[in-house]
């Protein structure tokens, strides 16, 4: 593997994402390189990883991530993902990458429509992502979760336990309603992963936990 | 030719409605007993078209790429000439 510090990282930027400063911050204290790309630009050749951030790209509206679905950077994001490389979509990027349909189902409004912001137990169901191949299959972590339209929903729920495409479970209750207590999945290939809690808040004790750092070293290993 | 164009969009039959839900406890709070409370989005705009049918394709279109998810939503489209 080739120097950490040769590993290029791009952060998407869309109107309204506010959460790429943290992601920038995770991926410089792994000691890999943080690009910012916008959602008007549509080159990626230059990177190894590509990770969408939470926020609330273009208000939220018509459904969250639905706009930010149809922008130039998107149809880049596809064949990134579709060579194979590690895309990774947290919070509002899990809900783009449910519209984009490069993970199976979406996020929808939570159960008591509710904004829930609080640390969960959430157990790693498959370690075979990039972004959690560091982690032990069944380790429970703690990460935060914040957001409103988090409740998983898919028709093909049998399929993602046939493929081994559920990556996170909440461990305690299920806080927003989703399918089975999915809170992250990833497509077939399990290179294209989104979780709705936020792994990059929780990289440093100062932080309540760090148990989100190996989310950023495992696609170092 | 223009067209006023109207395109509703809910959510699935059986699918949990969290809005129309609280909506429904709420209006209980004040002493009036509704059920099957439902939420529509309504999406209007003027579009110029060759004719009625082309008007719906293009509407179709948009709802398919943008409007709604097909995962969980139901549409329902309405034009009429302007």
Redesign the interface.
């Known amino acids: 593997m080739t120097d950490v510090s040769d590993v290029n990282v791009g952060i998407i930027r869309f109107p309204g994402t506010n959460c790429d400063r943290d992601i920038e911050y995770a991926v410089n204290l792994v000691g890999a390189n943080a690009n910012y790309i916008y959602w008007n630009e549509t080159d990626l050749s230059k990177m190894d990883v590509v990770i969408i951030p939470g926020g609330f790209s273009y208000g939220d509206y018509?459904?969250a991530g639905?706009?930010a679905?149809?922008t130039p950077i998107i149809n880049s994001i596809k064949e990134f993902a579709n060579d194979n490389n590690p895309v990774l979509g947290i919070c509002n990027g899990a809900q783009i990458l449910g519209?984009i349909d490069l993970v199976p189902?979406?996020f929808?409004?939570?159960?008591?429509?509710k904004f829930i912001c609080e640390s969960k137990k959430l157990k790693i169901n498959t370690t075979r992502t990039p972004f959690t191949k560091l982690y032990k299959k069944g380790e429970v972590i703690d990460l935060p979760i914040a957001h409103k339209e988090g409740r998983y929903?898919?028709?093909n729920l049998e399929e993602l336990y046939d493929d081994d495409q559920i990556v996170l479970t909440f461990e305690d209750g299920n806080p927003n309603?989703s399918l089975d207590a999915i809170t992250g999945v990833c497509n077939k290939e399990g290179n294209v992963v989104a979780v709705m809690p936020h792994p990059e808040r929780a990289v440093e004790e100062l932080l309540r936990s760090k148990d989100g750092l190996k989310f950023f070293e495992s696609f170092l290993d | 030719m223009n067209y006023n164009v109207e395109v509703k969009t809910s959510l699935k039959k059986g699918?949990?409605n969290?809005?129309a839900?609280?909506i429904e406890k709420a209006l209980a709070l004040l002493n009036f007993e509704v059920k099957d409370t439902n939420t529509i989005n309504i999406i209007q705009f003027t579009l110029n078209a060759e004719n009625k049918d082309d008007a719906y394709a293009q509407v179709d279109e948009m709802c398919q790429?943008?409007?709604c998810?097909p995962?969980?939503h139901d549409y329902e489209i309405n034009i009429s000439e302007e």
């Open positions: 018509l459904r639905s706009i679905g149809i519209e189902g979406v929808i409004e939570n159960e008591n429509a929903y898919t028709e309603g | 699918m949990l969290p809005e839900s609280t790429k943008l409007l998810n995962v969980i």
